[in-house]
């Protein structure tokens, strides 16, 4: 929704307006996946995965700055890095944490809250898109921001289904 407003309120900025905002971050989204695929992980999964979140999170920072057609494009593309791979270990998070025989419920339940985000972020966007563009910035910012505090907050909890609970501490 961000870049589509934008693109709205500077006609002429760019050649193809929004669509070459959101080609920008797609280009992007498969060079992040392409380095995700590539890469030698030490950390496990759930790690990576909160990382990515916050480390997305803050590509999207910049966007409250809202400069000119030509730096936003830049910026476009620095969005779109981490989106891809948050998705990519998103899902490998969530084969691991499945009970055995439920991955296919799981993977559905994924879509659906990633799609159910989209939607609600959207409808905040469009609710504030006639108010101000740095508000939808703001809600654009933050709907990613909140959902890396929340994986990092519940990290302990993310371990496999059939791992072993940890130990109660002895005092």
């Given amino acids: 929704m961000l870049f589509i407003a934008y693109a709205e ?29 590539t890469a030698r992980w030490r950390a496990g999964t759930a790690t990576r995965t909160w990382v990515l979140a916050l480390g ?33 270990a998103a899902f490998v998070l969530v ?8 991955v296919t419920e799981a993977f559905a339940w994924l879509v659906t809250l990633f799609a159910t985000g989209n939607a609600a972020g959207y409808a905040v966007s469009g609710a504030l898109v006639d108010t101000s563009l740095h508000a939808v910035a703001l809600c654009s910012v933050g709907g990613i921001t909140l959902g890396g505090l929340l994986l990092l907050a519940t990290r302990t909890r993310l371990r496999p289904a059939d791992a072993p609970a940890p130990a109660p501490a002895l005092v």
């Fill in 56 to 88: 997305m999170a803050a590509c999207y920072l910049p966007l409250l700055l809202l400069p000119g057609p030509w730096p936003m494009a830049a910026l476009a593309f620095v969005s779109g890095l981490g989106l891809a791979p948050l998705l990519a």
């Fill in 95 to 102: 084969a691991e944490l499945a009970p055995t025989g439920t």
């Fill in 9 to 37: 309120q500077h006609p002429g900025g760019l050649p193809g307006g929004a669509g070459t905002l959101l080609a920008l971050a797609a280009l992007a989204g498969l060079l992040g996946a392409l380095a995700y695929g």
